[in-house]
């Protein structure tokens, strides 16, 4: 409604848009839909002080999980369209809407797409202590006994990258959606999960301490972060290659000046090299783009994820 009455305002010439060169007036607030120390919670963290810098505001970092990240995502599109409530999401902002058609907003239309900041590949992660040194012993022995498999919560590209691997690889894995990357590490570390689709970012530390090991790579390619570990296309799965993108939105109805402001300032602190040197060793692969490119890119993706998951029968 607020924003019906906004563009109602702004057609009588009752208000005028906020000018970019006087944004932002005040904190602003990014809108992480993951529990902290996920990856996108510690890239959006990393971030911040660059931003701060430039904004001369504070940015403060919000998590708001649940819902495979759509309940963050939910809250940022009924946010006043000011530019100062922004969300840093995953392609989850994709695929959710594959298996969820009555989420609360339109992704299409109530947030504005402001810029593709890079995106990381998934490692396939199982306990440090387990007796499975490789991907095809964990597989066979799923078979016999069935295993658990995390996600970062219904609908995200970690439960799209895990139904995948288990349609490619016959493996029987019953799957268990948690609140993000954090929680569903953590599920690993307990053993109350046995396999996850994690990020460097995200497992980083547990795998340098050995309480995590990773049986492979889940794409075409070996990575630099982990030189050492195979691709699952080298072990046979051919069809696994899936990333995960991270970007950033703004409640829709913001102003385009503003949204081209922040985009061209995020896209300064990606070619910032001290920022590249902190996180290029967590596997991430920075871009540069622009809001009307990824709007492209997030419109032949809806359409994309919605007929796969119908292809591959993948559900709530």
Same mark, same amino acid.
């Not at 000011?82 to 009555?102: E, K, N, R």
């Not at 609140?179 to 690993?188: N, T």
């Given at each position: 409604m607020k924003k019906i009455m906004a563009a109602l305002a702004v057609a009588l010439g009752l208000a005028t848009p906020l000018a970019a060169q006087d944004w932002p007036s005040g904190t602003v607030t990014i809108v992480v839909p993951y529990s902290p120390s996920g990856n996108t919670d510690i890239f959006a963290r990393h971030m911040a002080p660059y931003l701060e810098e430039k904004w001369g505001q504070s940015v403060v970092i919000e998590n708001r999980p649940g819902g495979g990240s759509m309940v963050g995502t939910a809250l940022v599109s009924?946010?006043?369209?000011?530019?100062?409530?922004?969300?840093?999401?995953?392609?989850?902002?994709?695929?959710?809407?594959?298996?969820?058609?009555?989420?609360?907003f339109d992704p299409r239309t109530d947030l504005e797409p402001v810029a593709?900041?890079?995106?990381?590949?998934?490692?396939?992660?199982?306990?440090?202590?387990?007796?499975?040194?490789?991907?095809?012993?964990?597989?066979?022995?799923?078979?016999?006994?069935?295993?658990?498999?995390?996600?970062?919560?219904?609908?995200?590209?970690?439960?799209?990258?895990?139904?995948?691997?288990?349609?490619?690889?016959?493996?029987?894995?019953?799957?268990?959606?948690?609140?993000? #990357?954090?929680?569903? @590490?953590? !599920?690993? *570390?307990?053993? /109350?999960?046995?396999?996850?689709?994690?990020? $460097?970012? &995200?497992?980083?530390?547990?795998?340098?301490? #050995?309480?995590?090991? @990773?049986? !492979?790579? *889940?794409?075409? /390619?070996?990575?630099?972060?982990?030189?050492? $570990?195979? &691709?699952?296309?080298?072990?046979?799965?051919?069809?696994?290659?899936?990333?995960?993108?991270?970007?950033?939105?703004?409640?829709?109805?913001?102003?385009?000046?503003?949204?081209?402001?922040?985009?061209?300032?995020i896209n300064e602190v990606l070619r910032n090299e001290e920022f590249i040197a902190t996180v290029t060793p967590l596997d991430w692969t920075l871009e540069q783009s622009t809001p009307e490119g990824f709007a492209a890119e997030i419109d032949q993706e809806l359409t994309g994820w919605k007929e796969l998951a119908e292809s591959q029968g993948i559900s709530r």
């Open positions: 009924q946010a006043e369209p000011d530019g100062l409530t922004l969300l840093m999401t995953t392609s989850a902002y994709v695929t959710a809407p594959a298996i969820q058609p009555d989420l609360p593709n900041v890079g995106y990381v590949s998934y490692i396939l992660v199982t306990q440090g202590d387990s007796k499975f040194n490789t991907l095809e012993e964990f597989v066979e022995d799923s078979k016999q006994n069935p295993k658990f498999a995390a996600t970062a919560g219904l609908g995200t590209t970690t439960h799209f990258a895990i139904e995948r691997f288990i349609a490619q690889s016959g493996a029987n894995f019953d799957v268990v959606h948690f609140k993000g #990357g954090g929680p569903a @590490v953590v !599920a690993i *570390l307990s053993g /109350e999960a046995d396999i996850y689709g994690s990020s $460097v970012s &995200s497992a980083g530390g547990n795998i340098a301490s #050995g309480k995590i090991k @990773v049986l !492979a790579v *889940l794409g075409n /390619e070996r990575i630099a972060a982990l030189p050492d $570990v195979p &691709s699952t296309k080298e072990l046979g799965y051919p069809e696994t290659e899936i990333h995960q993108w991270v970007g950033v939105f703004a409640p829709g109805g913001t102003d385009a000046d503003i949204v081209a402001k922040i985009n061209a300032d």
